[in-house]
């Protein structure tokens, strides 16, 4: 009973690994071709290597063996970390008649707040009192981009540990 529970296992997770792998690297190749002239080239690049090597990571299991436990914590540990770490980014916008929009988040903002004025000191006075919201969609975004930061991490790990072929002595 066992081994029946150990194989249906391993079929699911090779299922959940080729589907997260196919997804991620089609998505990261796709929004590095997307965001070629977007105002943030180097962050888009950045997002769209991590989906799309982590893609790849996830499809070649017979070349990057990643051990599943270690995988699962370093994965959850660096999703959790690098979105809280990317809410320290904050960019603010000033528009319209008067806007005042600031918000938190790397690569994707998730936590945001506006004000409206009659100028722009009030609408940032504004904004400053209001309550943060949060964009749970940005946010799965965000979890997703670092979890998979998290995969390359163990991958480079376990290809860093492993060990160089011994010279072939000389004929």
């Known amino acids: 009973m066992d081994a029946i529970r150990q194989t249906t296992r391993g ?21 590095i071709l997307l965001t070629l002239g977007a105002p943030r080239p180097v962050a888009d690049l950045i997002v ?10 996830l499809l070649m299991p017979h070349r990057v063996p990643l051990p599943g436990r270690l995988t699962a914590a370093v994965t959850a540990t660096t999703a ?3 979105t809280l770490a990317g809410a320290l980014t904050e960019s603010t916008q000033l528009g319209g008649m ?6 938190r988040g790397w690569p994707s903002a998730w936590l ?4 409206l004025g009659g100028d722009p000191a009030t609408a940032r006075q504004v904004a400053e009192q209001s309550g943060w919201q949060i964009d749970a969609v940005n946010l ?15 991958a480079a790990a376990g290809l860093a540990r492993r ?6 002595p000389a004929r």
């Open 112 to 115: 945001s707040r506006g004000g």
């Open 98 to 103: 008067y806007v005042y929009v600031a918000s």
């Open 80 to 82: 959790a970390a690098g």
């Open 11 to 31: 079929r699911a997770g090779a299922a959940v690994r080729g589907v997260l792998g196919a997804v991620s690297l089609v998505g990261g190749l796709t929004w």
């Open 163 to 168: 060990e160089a072929p011994a010279p072939e």
């Open 48 to 57: 769209g290597g991590v989906l799309a090597g982590a893609g790849l990571v």
């Open 140 to 154: 799965a975004a965000d979890l997703y981009v670092w979890a998979l930061a998290g995969v390359l991490l163990v």
